[in-house]
């Protein structure tokens, strides 16, 4: 069913009158205050769509799985946080939040959503804190952080994580550990981060799986830019990277040496810096001549 922009719809019918619905729309629903409390009788439910539905301050508390639900997508919803019995979804394997600009908290329970593969919480500008043991959720594979304020956990534990976007946050070295189990990860965006230690970028590199790196705009509170020339030395030693983002680094001055995997090097609008040695442009040319 698509009501995808029914801002005449104000209320709905209890869900037990429709049991087979398997999709339901209602993106852009902005007079609609509530979804009826009834939604554990849409017992074969695959996807709902709630995005823009701006009067939604809440998601009905749930009673037991629904349906077999995939997909949850609340974007631009007003909801402060999430029923403590999302955790009986145990077939979503998608959870949209993003630009929830009044969520607050997301609470520990959500790591027992076992399936969930996609967690995007972009621009949730009052989010508090997010659980400590993410870890716990096995099956993660894109996590989405975008100008999230608050502090990370270490999300070192997640082994089959494959994308993880963390642009605008302020980093510390807990987020990624050194003996971590990231042994997936292939795309990590870190633009227009904090980077106020070392240790950040050191522990980074050691992600033999890594494919992409994004370090668009990154700056430091370190005078210059020798700080942040020290912290990308470790590149050459990702031998699967392919494409490596610099742009708008306006502190560095040197890029050091490249992995020979390295296909794609963007560095526009880094004013003044020096490309890689010359040895190390060879390389990659050879092996991209190779493969």
């Known amino acids: 069913m698509n009501l995808d922009g029914s801002q005449q719809l104000i209320e709905m019918s209890e869900f037990s009158t429709m049991p087979n619905l398997e999709i339901l729309f209602l993106s852009g629903c902005v007079n609609l205050e509530t979804l009826p409390g009834d939604i554990h009788k849409l017992k074969h439910i695959l996807r709902l769509h709630c995005n823009g539905y701006s009067k939604l301050t809440r998601f009905p508390k749930i009673k037991r ?10 974007d631009e919803t007003t909801i402060k946080e999430l029923p403590s019995s999302i955790e009986l979804l145990q077939d979503l394997h998608h959870l949209y939040l ?4 009044n969520l607050e908290s997301i609470l520990d329970s959500i790591c027992n959503l076992s399936s969930l593969r996609t ?6 500008s009052k989010l508090g804190k997010l659980p400590e043991d993410l870890e716990r959720m096995p099956c993660l594979e894109n996590f989405y952080l975008r100008s999230i304020s608050c502090r990370l956990p270490s999300l070192s534990g997640l082994s089959h994580l494959r994308i993880l976007c963390l642009d605008e946050c302020n980093l510390i070295p807990r987020v990624i550990k050194r003996d ?5 990860l292939e795309k990590l965006s870190m633009g227009n981060c904090s980077l106020n230690e070392g240790r950040v970028l050191n522990k980074i590199f050691h992600l033999c799986s ?4 994004d370090l668009s705009g990154v700056f430091n509170t370190e005078e210059g830019g020798i700080f942040l020339n020290d912290m990308l030395v470790g590149i050459s030693q990702m031998s699967n990277l392919r494409a490596l983002c610099l742009s708008d680094c306006k502190k560095i001055s040197q890029i050091p040496e490249i992995p020979a995997s390295l296909r794609q090097l963007d560095v526009h609008c880094s004013i003044g810096t020096s490309l890689p040695p010359m040895h190390s442009l060879v390389n990659c040319l050879t092996s991209a001549n190779q493969g």
């Open 65 to 74: 799985n629904i349906g077999k639900l995939y997909t949850l997508v609340l």
């Open 98 to 101: 993003n630009n929830c600009k």
């Open 119 to 124: 967690l995007m919480l972009n621009g949730c």
């Open 180 to 184: 971590n189990h990231l042994n997936a």
């Open 210 to 213: 890594l494919k992409v790196l």
